[in-house]
């Protein structure tokens, strides 16, 4: 069964406080990790998808990367907008077919103060 | 254009009602979900269509009543909920084109179902 485990629960950061948000998975062969945001009360919005090991995408002040175990979502000089849930996903080889069951994690609960 | 439509944005229903959610999606997409979604929880899967057939049911309740008209929409039909069932409805869709990538979902901004 796939599994994923997001770190921090909630992370506080001061406005221009880099830091980092953790997501480690186990999954029977990844075909694809996901990051999403969410606004309180609004779907998840996307963000990244990463395929395979070693791989690094970049959104304004987002970093994602993905090694064989996690996968790190790196926020650089956060603003008060940058405050969400953010969720990660996976989709394992099961089925075989390019839809079906996302697992996602917990999320990480980000506030950023000015 | 990534956008997924829903409508309601919210409904209050009593646990004899029926009533119906949608969804559209003008992507081309070939494959929608929907998804259950409680407070401080992630999103949890409950049905997937891929080209018009339901694909995936994640052992929900027949309270549950999905239906896909088209390739653009996507319905739920509800009867009987219980009080337990109130949560955020949302709706989703990807690419899916039977291929083995894995596509990203978009999703809508869901609908706030309250039963009462």
């Known amino acids: 069964e796939d599994q994923v485990t997001q770190s921090p629960e909630a992370l506080r950061l001061q406005e221009g406080e880099s830091s980092s948000l953790n997501c480690s998975y186990t999954v029977s062969g990844l075909r694809g990790l996901f990051w999403y945001r969410q606004d309180p009360g609004k779907g998840p919005e996307f963000l990244f998808t990463?395929?395979?090991a070693g791989e690094e995408k970049e959104k304004e002040r987002l970093k994602a990367t993905l090694t064989k175990k996690e996968s790190f979502l790196h926020i650089t000089a956060p603003k008060p907008e940058d405050s969400a849930t953010y969720l990660c996903?996976?989709?394992?080889?099961?089925?075989?077919?390019?839809?079906?069951?996302?697992?996602f994690g917990q999320g990480t609960i980000l506030t950023v103060h000015p | 254009d990534t956008e997924v439509t829903q409508t309601p944005k919210h409904l209050v229903m009593g646990m004899t009602n029926k009533k119906s959610l949608k969804c559209e999606q003008h992507?081309?997409?070939?494959?929608m979900y929907w998804y259950k979604q409680k407070a401080k929880k992630p999103p949890e899967l409950m049905f997937v269509y891929s080209y018009e057939k339901l694909s995936i049911n994640e052992s929900v309740p027949s309270r549950f009543s999905p239906e896909c008209p088209n390739s653009s929409l996507l319905n739920l039909h509800l009867h009987a909920l219980q009080p337990e069932d109130s949560a955020l409805y949302l709706c989703?869709?990807?690419w899916g084109g039977g291929g083995l990538t894995s596509y990203e979902q978009y999703f809508g901004p869901g609908t706030r179902l309250t039963v009462t």
């Open positions: 992507m081309g997409h070939r494959a």
């Open positions: 996903a996976v989709q394992g080889n099961a089925g075989g077919t390019s839809y079906g069951k996302l697992t």
């Open positions: 990463l395929y395979s």
């Open positions: 989703a869709s990807s």
